[in-house]
């Protein structure tokens, strides 16, 4: 990825040389160039603001320097017509995102960090004093064709763009593939899924007076994996009540969860090809089974698996569920849920009751889910899953998917 920062205060990023993103620079992960906006300045004082049109305190960033600023990033002109209405509305590959830190702009998430990782080149520019010419951002955006986005740490003040810029470059590249040694501790901390992080215990287990949670040094990795969930609600719950309405996990209004009956087929089909898709778009495949089944294949896939449902207070289906055994282990599949009913923790309800029914015997529970579905493979994860080496998967394997498996301890036979 290409970086460029604007600010007439380049040593503000002198962080970027140490630690992890330094070490990503030298592994020529990360691509950073940072330019003082000064130079593009050409009065004796190097001038870069003035006063407000209209009055008020403090002062303003003139357009001139900026102008040319971005111009000696290299940025095609040409890119402009790719820009203008009916076109193309991605930023071409040639051009970067120009990302203007500011209190007034779109607030930086988890999942706002992750769509700008994906792009090629990100160009900061740090304003100082009470903000930039709004012309700039016009000129970037119209006549340079650039993608601009204001983007805010949080709802408070800083002097300057140039420590949230350092912040969001930090959010940002530590997700770009090999940045981060460990791709596990990318997925499985706070915010990745909604939540806070549950949390952290090492040795000594014992340490003035203060125990570890015995469930964490029980080795019943479903059972951990259980407690962590419900310590993540509860510590969500104490610290930003406010996430738990948009990822949360209990409020599900009454909804009855019950076997499948043959006559819901036809809804089943609807909500399989509604869910999956997204899947086909991720994997850019049309031939996905749960996108070409037709009624009679999901009918006798009614008989051949336990399937259950859920329907919301007025009866419409708006989840399902389904698993059978094989072989010894307990297969799950077609977890699916209602667009405008997710992240309330419905998935995880029908997950947690496929799992629950399998039968005594079963040591394994195993599904698949599509390779590049980097969501649902989180949410497995958060649920105890984990990735089948390739060349020891339990499922036949189905191309562009990935197995997950996730071992239960084989409960005694009642008798
Ligand atoms: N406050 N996010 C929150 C910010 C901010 C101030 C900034 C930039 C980003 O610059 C003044």
């Known amino acids: ?62 357009p001139q320097p900026w102008a040319e600023a971005m111009n000696s990033l290299g940025v095609s002109g040409q890119a402009a017509a790719a820009a203008r209405p009916g076109a193309a509305v991605e930023t071409p590959a040639a ?35 009470e903000g930039i010419d709004e012309r700039v951002y016009e000129h970037a955006a119209d006549d340079l064709g650039l993608r601009v986005e204001i983007v805010s740490l949080g709802d408070y003040v800083l002097n300057g763009g140039e420590v949230a810029a350092l912040a969001m470059i930090e959010a940002v590249t530590r997700l770009i593939p090999g940045v981060v040694g460990n791709p596990a501790s990318i997925v499985e901390e706070s915010h990745s899924d909604g939540l806070l992080e549950h ?12 125990e570890v949670p015995r469930v964490l040094r029980s080795g019943d990795h479903a059972r951990i994996a259980d407690w962590r969930a419900q310590a993540a609600r509860e510590r969500t719950r104490a610290r930003r009540p406010e996430l738990l309405g948009q990822s949360a996990v209990e409020e599900v209004p009454d ?25 086909g778009r991720i994997a850019d495949s049309w031939t996905i089974p749960p996108l070409v089944e037709d009624l009679d294949d999901v009918r006798r896939a009614l008989a051949r698996w336990s399937t259950w449902v859920v329907r919301d207070a007025a009866g419409r289906l708006v989840g399902s ?61 958060r649920a105890g899953y984990r990735p089948s080496p390739s060349e020891r998967t339990l499922l036949p394997s189905v191309e562009g998917t990935v197995e997950f498996v996730k071992r239960v301890a084989a409960l005694p036979e009642l008798s």
Not at 109 to 129: D, H, M, V
Not at 325 to 341: F, K, S, T
């Open 255 to 279: 909804l009855e969860l019950r076997p499948a009956v043959p006559a819901d087929a036809p809804e089943l089909l609807v909500l399989q090809r509604c869910c999956w898709l997204d899947e």
């Open 321 to 381: 569920v389904r698993a059978r055994a094989h072989e010894g282990l307990w297969e799950v599949g077609r977890l699916m849920v209602a667009p405008d009913l997710r992240r309330r923790g419905l998935g995880r309800r029908l997950l947690a009751h496929a799992e629950a029914l399998a039968p005594v015997s079963v040591t394994s529970i195993a599904l698949i889910t599509g390779a590049a579905s980097t969501a649902n493979q989180r949410r497995y994860r």
């Open 95 to 129: 051009n970067p995102v120009l990302i203007v830190p500011g209190p007034a702009g779109r607030l930086l998430t988890q999942e706002f960090a992750r769509e700008l990782a994906a792009q090629p080149w990100l160009a900061f520019a740090c304003g100082r004093y």
């Open 199 to 210: 949390p952290l215990y090492t040795k000594p287990s014992s340490w003035r007076g203060r």
């Open 1 to 62: 990825m290409r970086l460029d920062v604007v600010t007439i205060f380049p040593d503000y990023l002198r962080p970027l040389d140490l630690s992890l993103i330094g070490k990503a620079r030298r592994e020529g992960l990360v691509d950073l160039h940072v330019h003082d906006l000064r130079d593009f300045a050409h009065d004796r004082h190097r001038t870069v603001d003035d006063t407000p049109y209209g009055g008020g305190a403090g002062m303003v960033m003139t």
